[in-house]
């Protein structure tokens, strides 16, 4: 798991602490919620983050909404109390990225 401010931006914690998971979100599809679509703990967490990072997606730490999300369902839509931390995370991702969020107009 990375932060902004971690000088290793891949450096992983020890295998037993990892927790990951991985969303689906497509804004064309307006009505349904981030999905979650890869999930685990220690050496199957640690290969969703490796793959992330190889893939080059971006990747937040959020200990407490790991582990909110490691108990919903895979293809299960994340729960009403995680909408606002997962947008916090995609407003980071297009941000990170360049991009403006879909319907998003320039200069606002």
């Known amino acids: 798991m990375s932060k ?3 000088p290793k931006p891949h450096a992983l914690p020890p295998v037993d ?3 990951a998971v ?3 979100y497509d804004p064309q599809t307006a009505e349904m919620a981030p999905r979650v679509v ?3 703990k220690g050496y199957v967490a640690q290969r969703i983050l490796e793959i992330a990072f190889d893939k080059g997606i971006k990747v937040r730490e959020d200990a407490d ?3 909110m999300l490691n108990a919903v369902n895979l293809e299960s839509e994340i729960p009403v109390e995680a909408y606002l931390a997962v947008a916090e ?3 980071y991702v ?3 990225n360049n991009q403006l969020p879909p319907d ?3 200069g606002t």
Do not use: F, N, R, S
């Open 38 to 40: 890869a999930k685990g």
């Open 104 to 106: 998003a107009k320039e």
């Open 89 to 91: 995370i995609l407003a």
């Open 17 to 19: 602490k990892i927790v």
């Open 4 to 6: 902004e401010t971690d």
């Open 94 to 96: 297009y941000k990170a």
């Open 22 to 24: 991985a969303l689906d």
């Open 65 to 67: 909404l790991a582990q």
